[in-house]
């Protein structure tokens, strides 16, 4: 097998920082909150920059931590997590709940305060660069600038059994009051399901000349999608068919950042729409002259 599962340096449009978003201006997500989209409300008057914890009340710092320890439950395991905790830097550490778990292990919910803040205007996220276009837009825009159907091949590979991310984006229902990419007449979606080999993928992609192909990663213990998303490049490139298609993976785990240094094109995250999907295979295609 051939090939680099290391990305050569990407346009801009793959790294494009940025700081944060509202939602307003993607589709079906929520506007701004009312203390952003209105500077006289008495929440705009707060410090919106210099963010810490909000817990009981205001700026308190007040966070909860959830972990499981190797001791069973009880006062001696209570103490461990309480310790932990505060070595952590958490203050007034308290341990509310905990589980006894079964084997020598318990699982501890613990309450501390810090007082370490975040600057929202030094945040930078990678992201992949495009328009968001409704469904009726999209469909023209390929119509328009492709001047025929997309096809395109979703997955999940390796292990993976879930397909409930893949589903999200592939099929009729959607998400979020959002059709999937088998409901639009521009789009030719074939949604293969759950385990599905990387050499299997490939294999259909290529017979059917696919012009994208999105593997959903649910499974991620070990960052066993590495390894994973790692061969199916690898596969690619040995095919040469790498620069032919508009790749994308997706899932809890995923940034754009780290999809573009497996060599992905883009890689999106929990609560993605499908249109967002849609939209950025679309105009990829197009950017790239791969119509």
Known sequence: MTGSSK????????TEALAVRTGADIPGRPAAPAEIADPGNLMARRDRVRVRPYGDTWDDGAVQISFTLPVAAGPAGQEAARQLV???????????????????????????????????????????RFDVLEFDRLNEYVRDRIGRKLVVVGACTGTDAHTIG???????????GHHGLESY?????????????????????????????????????????????????EMLEAEGYRDEIVLICGGPRISHELAVELGFD????????????????????VRRGLA
């Open 86 to 128: 505060a070595k952590m830097g958490f203050d007034d550490v308290k341990v509310v709940a905990q589980q006894d778990l079964g084997g020598g292990f318990a699982m501890f919910v613990v309450y501390g305060k810090t007082e370490e803040t975040v600057d929202l205007s030094l945040i930078e996220v990678p992201r992949p």
């Open 185 to 233: 007449p521009e789009i030719e979606a074939h949604n293969l399901g759950s385990q599905v080999a990387n050499e299997a993928l490939v294999a259909r992609a290529m017979d059917l000349e696919a012009d994208a192909l999105l593997v959903s990663q649910v499974v991620t213990e070990k960052d066993i999608h590495i390894p994973n998303l790692t061969q199916l490049v």
């Open 166 to 176: 893949l589903d999200a984006i592939m099929n009729i229902k959607g998400y979020a």
């Open 7 to 14: 990305a050569q340096p990407k346009p801009a449009h793959q």
């Open 266 to 285: 883009a890689g999106f995250g929990p609560g993605t729409l499908p249109p967002e999907v849609a939209s950025f295979i679309a105009q990829e295609v």
